[in-house]
């Protein structure tokens, strides 16, 4: 019953996961209330490993969630369960979308998801930043690393090694 659950719950989260794996985020929240499969801490945390590992984020949290409900076979299920949608979805589109590209209703509907997936995508950082900035030096990181970002276009690799250290030599 676990591994059907984890299917179900996951393949949702794929399903609806339209701009990619920041936009899993709101969605894990909502099974971190509902599940004791992780929680908005692990998921946080799941974030920063995901974005200095290779590999989506939702695929990350999807193994990770499956493995703490059910073991290997749970982390297999669920992460199924999330690659699931985008495969079929992909392979519809392959067949359909030279068809329909320039057809006004394909055009509508793209123009009104992607203000919905940008909307996903702040509201995440959001829920992030409230997990991750809890102090005024995490706060200071935050500026400066947004600065820096801002003007300084080096490699997100950089970004994410500088952090790592700074956070080992300040004990943050």
Known sequence: MIY???????????????????????????????????????????????ESTPGPLG???????????AGVGGAAVATLGLVSPSVIIIMLISKLLGKF??????ESVLSGI???VIALI???GWEVAKL??????????????????????????FYIILSAIIGIVFKL
């Open 4 to 50: 059907l659950l984890l299917f179900y719950e996951f393949f949702k989260v794929g399903l609806f996961a339209i701009g990619g794996g920041l936009v899993t985020v709101p969605f894990l929240f909502d099974l971190a209330e509902v599940y004791p499969w992780f929680t908005a801490q692990d998921l946080a945390d799941m974030i920063a490993i995901s």
């Open 59 to 69: 695929v990350n949290m999807a193994t990770y969630a499956g493995f703490k409900a």
């Open 101 to 106: 590209r320039n057809n006004i209703w394909v």
């Open 114 to 116: 992607r203000p919905a």
């Open 122 to 124: 702040l509201f995440a």
């Open 132 to 157: 991750a900035v809890i102090n005024w030096q995490t706060f200071a990181m935050f500026v400066l690393f947004w600065t820096a970002i801002h003007f300084y276009k080096k490699s997100p690799i």
